[in-house]
C-alpha cells in the first residue's frame, strides 16, 4: 500500500521519476497503460502525494529502459520516504539532495537563511562562488558545472514572475572573511548591496558585537512553498539533512526569529556592508 507523505524524499523521488519519464518522451497515459494502473496514482507518485513501493518503482524504471546505477540510485530513493527525516551522506544520495534542495529554491514562495560564516548561495557573485570551489577541493573538471549550477539558483529570487521572497541573516564575518582576494570580495559585497535592494530580499547582518544568537549553531535555511509542507535544510562537508515535521520546522521557524533580532535592520545592514567595503578599499 502507498503512503501519504510529502515529504522531501518523496517530492523528490518523484521529481526523478518525472525527469525519467520525460527524458524519454512518454506521457503518464503512456506509462500508467503499461504498468496497468491509473494515471491519477503515477501523477500522485510524481507529485509525492503518495510513495510507490519498491516494486513499483522497478516496474517504471524497466518500462522506461533504464537500467544500471540510474536505476539503482532510484530505487534506493524509496527508501524511508516517510521518515521523519531525510539524511544523505553517500555521495549518490548528496546528488539527489542537492537535486531537491534546487527544486524546492525554485517553487518556493519564501525563503529564510541564517548564514554566519559564508554569502549565502543565493546571493554569491561568480568570482566568489570560483574561490570557494577552487580553494575547497572541488576536482577542475568539475568546477565550470558546479558554478553554473550554483548561479542558475539565483534564477529563484531574480526572475520577473513570482520570485521568491528571500530573508536571510548573514553574519559579520561572512563579509570580513576574504576569499580569493580583496577585489573578489569587494566584487561580493558590491554585489551582495545590488541583490539588497531587490524588493523581494531582505538582508540583515547580524554584527560580531551582537552577542550570541542561534545562527553560531550553524547554517540554516527554512523553505516555504504554497503546495507543499515546509523543510529546513541543513549542511555540513560530508552530509545534507532534511526535516520537515511541524514540531522541528518550528524550532527553526523560531531560531530565525532569534538570528534577525540581532541582526540590524535592511537599512543600516546596507549601511554596514558599504562600510565594510570602504574599509576594504581603504585597506588596499
Not at 494502473?37 to 518500462?63: F, M, N
Not at 527553526?252 to 534577525?260: K, L, N, Q
Request: glycine fraction near 8%; hydrophobic fraction near 40%; charged fraction near 25%.
Amino acid at each position: 500500500m502507498t503512503s501519504n507523505t510529502r515529504t522531501p524524499k518523496a517530492r523528490a523521488l518523484g521529481n526523478a521519476l518525472r525527469a525519467a519519464r520525460q527524458e524519454k518522451g512518454l506521457t503518464l497515459r503512456n506509462v500508467a497503460a503499461q504498468l496497468g494502473r491509473d494515471p491519477g496514482a503515477l501523477s500522485r507518485w510524481e507529485t509525492g502525494e503518495r510513495s510507490p513501493k519498491p516494486t513499483d518503482v522497478a516496474q517504471i524504471l524497466t518500462i522506461l529502459g533504464i537500467n544500471g546505477d540510474h536505476y539503482e540510485e532510484i530505487l534506493a530513493m524509496t527508501r524511508g520516504t516517510t521518515d521523519s527525516h531525510w539524511l544523505a551522506i553517500s555521495l549518490p544520495e548528496q546528488r539527489q539532495h542537492l537535486a531537491a534542495l534546487l527544486d524546492f529554491e525554485r517553487t518556493a514562495t519564501a525563503i529564510t537563511q541564517a548564514a554566519p560564516l559564508l554569502i549565502p548561495g543565493l546571493l554569491q557573485s561568480t568570482s566568489y562562488v570560483r574561490a570557494i570551489m577552487t580553494s575547497g577541493g572541488v576536482p577542475p573538471e568539475e568546477v565550470e558545472t558546479r558554478i553554473a549550477v550554483r548561479i542558475g539558483r539565483r534564477e529563484a529570487i531574480t526572475r520577473n514572475e513570482d520570485p521568491v521572497h528571500f530573508r536571510v541573516a548573514i553574519g559579520e564575518a561572512a563579509l570580513r572573511q576574504v576569499l580569493g582576494g580583496p577585489q573578489v570580495m569587494l566584487s561580493q559585497l558590491d554585489h551582495l548591496l545590488q541583490m539588497a535592494e531587490l524588493a523581494n530580499v531582505e538582508v540583515y547582518v547580524v554584527p560580531f558585537g551582537s552577542g550570541w544568537h542561534p545562527a553560531l549553531e550553524g547554517l540554516f535555511i527554512l523553505i516555504e512553498s504554497n503546495h507543499a509542507p515546509p523543510v529546513v535544510q541543513l549542511e555540513t562537508r560530508r552530509s545534507g539533512l532534511f526535516l520537515h515535521e511541524p514540531s522541528d520546522v518550528e524550532i527553526y521557524r523560531d531560531a530565525a526569529e532569534g538570528v534577525f533580532n540581532a541582526a540590524l535592520d535592511p537599512a543600516e545592514s546596507r549601511k554596514h556592508i558599504a562600510k565594510i567595503c570602504k574599509e576594504m578599499e581603504a585597506a588596499r
